[in-house]
């Protein structure tokens, strides 16, 4: 097999699993693992690989860039209505209490959902805590559930607050659920997102509530962006919709996270 051959199929596992494993290609084309070393280094030069120890990842699963809501919002449709779906199951008609949303698109989902949510009794009341605009809006609907918005600096791309004053406002609540988007789950990284200032709410979300719960759909599952907000032990549960690889499975279950395919 040509290197251009052996190059093109290790690009296309890259771009189905996240990763690849210097050993296994080896085994997989008989070449020796120098050869496949010398395809990896070519793969990231051309800017599709990322070289990591033992292997390399794919270059847009370990980067910075970021995609705005609106370009987000339609992918993976289904796999979120799905999470959504089960995140639900979480908040039934007798709960009483409060529960942040973290921002994000598959987390959105979970907020169109609570506008048809109703207490099992009059006197039922349920509290939504979110630094999202557009979160809090749709909620908003539902005249049974207290919109508690938490302020600070509007970034654009995400449509929530962030900085100083969120994290201020943050460190007084403690709801009972904090329900959590990622751009990256990964079993040595934990969950990571890109930019330094969600990062550092999304930590204050998940370490400020009495359970922590990550809606993230498979396409996050054994992936690493820029800065990490928590590790596997800080979140009690994560809802997907595809059981993650063998490494994130053991991770996972090491850290004593539950996993929910939804």
């Given at each position: 097999m040509y290197a251009e051959e052996r190059q093109q199929q290790i690009e296309r596992q890259l771009a189905e699993a996240g990763?690849?494993?210097?050993i296994e290609l080896a085994r997989t084309f008989a070449v020796s693992s120098e050869t496949v070393r010398r395809d990896l280094d070519q793969l990231e030069a051309r800017?599709?690989?990322r070289r990591v120890h033992g292997g390399a990842v794919s270059a847009a699963r370990i980067s910075r860039s970021e995609e705005s809501v609106a370009q987000r919002t339609g992918r993976n449709s289904d796999a979120k209505e799905r999470i959504a779906r089960a995140a639900m199951a979480?908040?039934?008609?007798?709960?009483?209490g409060a529960i942040s949303i973290d921002s994000g698109t598959t987390t959105s989902r979970l907020a169109q959902h609570l506008v048809?949510?109703?207490?099992?009794k009059s006197t039922g009341s349920l509290t939504v805590i979110t630094h999202s605009i557009s979160i809090a809006s749709i909620v908003s609907e539902n005249p049974h559930i207290a919109v508690q918005i938490i302020g600070g600096r509007l970034r654009g791309l995400t449509g929530a607050a962030v900085g100083a004053t969120t994290l201020d406002q943050l460190s007084g609540i403690r709801p009972d659920i904090s329900f959590l988007g990622a751009n990256g789950v990964h079993a040595d990284f934990g969950f990571s997102t890109p930019d330094p200032d969600e990062a550092a709410v999304k930590s204050a979300l998940t370490r400020g509530s009495r359970r922590a719960i990550a809606l993230v759909d498979a396409s996050k599952l054994g992936t690493e962006t820029l800065m990490s907000f928590?590790?596997?032990?800080?979140v009690d549960t994560i809802i997907t919709d595809r059981s993650p690889d063998a490494e994130l499975?053991?991770?996972l279950e090491r850290a004593d996270v539950e996993t929910v395919i939804a």
């Open positions: 990763r690849v494993a210097v800017g599709v690989a979480l908040i039934p008609s007798n709960f009483v048809n949510w109703n207490p099992e928590a590790s596997l032990t800080d499975t053991l991770a």
